[in-house]
């Protein structure tokens, strides 16, 4: 996940993933910091070097569902014994039935939950897009490794891209080729 | 999403890919024109019938003791059942990891979620007095009256707005990326503004691909069970009950298969003309449409024998009025629709045991059209013939549909039209993203 700290250091545009995984190790073995990896489609790989480890969205899916099945069951049972008539021949509180309405708040809760979480943790809709390493060819067949420096570091963290076969390196404050 | 569905998609390039889905978003031709014309007309016309009925009263329909359920409630379960095909493509295939499903889901997802918007609007139809709806919804008046949950309409109410629900938001999340990739090859204007607002701000970064693809897999689990209860509840409206002919433990897989084979030839039924309209055969490729035919068939075969199995019953039950009905539907007044029903879901669909017809555009749609109307006349068969012949003599009567109600179908193939057309032309059809994934990564060497 990005930090919240000044936008600065360099970006490294590839063409294939062999190569931007190829930069990420190098990173990894120079010790300097990926701050972010943009890819057209997801790439577990990369996931690795940056946001390792599962998604939390799980837990809060079973806390939405299991929310929506007490909420349903609680709906049932407490508005049936508002009026205690037998409609149909049921009982006043009929489980099986209840089951229907409780399994279905289960499934609206669990995705709605879903919803929000993935809103939350992914910090959608994101209101500083496009962001100052974003660029438009990330939605289509480039991929982007955002590398975190200081501004003396940048030199040896364009050399790295490059050497692993980056199509440009730019600067992330403001764009502009870095030069060579 | 998973990078194990490995479609054949040739030499295609991540680039190719999107110029191809995008060239879609394109300046509409005369027959996108033309058939843009056609939904609006028969949407007007539908629109027109539902006021007719709604000042006039609901006595303008063919309705009447005995038949109280008609045309209205068979669309509305036609409209469920169509949606099925695309929650079965998107979650469920998803979840079994099936590679043909990548192409094609996201026209069969927006079918899903056209179909059941388009389906509850029948209910609301058949009300008549359509702005007494809040009667049904738990709400908390101040008589302290709530919604019978022992009543399978209620169950219907909350299966159908949960499923419509959850069917758009999964619908809109796997839309997202592609939204994305929309807004960033659309020109500077107040488009690309509202795709920019639609996208959410996506740039595809890994905190946001690890969350939605940990979301999107619980999206799919989550569909998949209620899919398979929206028809189970659908059919329990009719099973729950004591008439003959529909209340049979056999209706909800019975009625779920059925689902899915009417969803499966509706799904085909608009890619095939898609894929040529849109000169996207490249993507969407007889492969996949194959595969949807046998499925189809698979399906068939279940309905064909749901079908033999429930006349099985009627004889073994021992039941006399349930062997009534069981003669009465292939030999009484519906039997056209009976025989019918059988030629279209049962017979038609075994020409898919020929591969000639299964790789011919023709033959798919033929038999998927067919399967469309069959699907309606299963409908109607059991709706009708059970309310129409039920336990004595001298309750039973006859039913036909009156012009507002033929109005009012039209219309609804309209709607559901004008919604897909309407969708296909401001955002992908075919989810470039989940496409390019089951490509191989471009690789410097030029290998995966």
Known sequence: ?180 | MSSVDHADLGNLTYAEVDRSVLATLGRPGKAYTALLVLCLVLTAIGGVSWFTLVKVGIGLTGLNNPVGWGTLITTFVFWVGIGHAGTLISAILFLLRVPWRTAIFRAAEASTVFAVATAGLFPLIHLGRLWVLYYILPYPSGRELWPNFRSPLVWDVLAITTYLTVSAVFFFVGLVPDIAAVRDRAAPGLRKWLLTLASLGWVGSTGQWKHYLGAYVLFAGLATPLVISVHSVVSWDFAMSVIPGWHTSIFAPYFVAGAILSGLAMVLCILIPLRKVFHVEHIIRMYHLEAMAKLLLVTSLIVGYAYGVEFFVAWYSGNVFEVAIFSYRPTGHYAPIFWGMVFCNVIAPLAFFFKRVRSSLLGLFVVAMLVNFGMWFERFNIIVTSLSHDFMPYAWGTYAPRLVEVGILIGSFGWFFLLFLTFVKVLPAIAMTEVKESMPHPTAGGAP
């Not at chain 1, 930090?3 to 294939?16: K, M, S, Y």
């Not at chain 1, 997801?42 to 806390?63: I, K, M, N, Y």
């Not at chain 1, 929000?116 to 390493?133: D, I, K, N, T």
């Not at chain 1, 990330?138 to 891209?161: N, P, Q, T, Y």
């Open chain 1, 1 to 180: 996940m990005m930090r919240r700290t000044p936008p600065r250091g360099v970006l490294g545009v590839f063409e294939h993933t062999d190569q931007l995984l190829a930069a990420l190790r190098a990173t990894q073995k120079a010790r300097m910091t990926v701050r972010d990896v943009y890819s057209p489609v997801p790439l577990e790989q990369a996931r690795d070097f940056v946001t390792p480890g599962r998604s939390p969205v799980r837990f809060v899916t079973f806390v939405g569902a299991v929310t929506g099945l007490v909420s349903g069951l609680a709906l049932a049972f407490m508005t049936s014994d508002v009026w205690h008539l037998v409609v149909g021949g049921k009982p006043v509180n009929s489980i099986v039935p209840f089951l229907v309405v409780g399994f279905e708040l289960t499934i609206l809760f669990g995705a709605l939950a879903t919803l929000v979480a993935l809103l939350v943790l992914a910090r959608l809709p994101s209101v500083a897009f496009p962001g100052p390493a974003y660029r438009e060819q990330f939605s289509l067949d480039r991929f982007g490794v955002w590398i975190d420096c200081a501004a003396g570091d940048e030199r040896a963290a364009s050399d790295l891209l490059r050497q692993a076969g980056a199509s440009d390196v730019q600067r992330v404050a403001d764009a502009a080729p870095e030069a060579a």
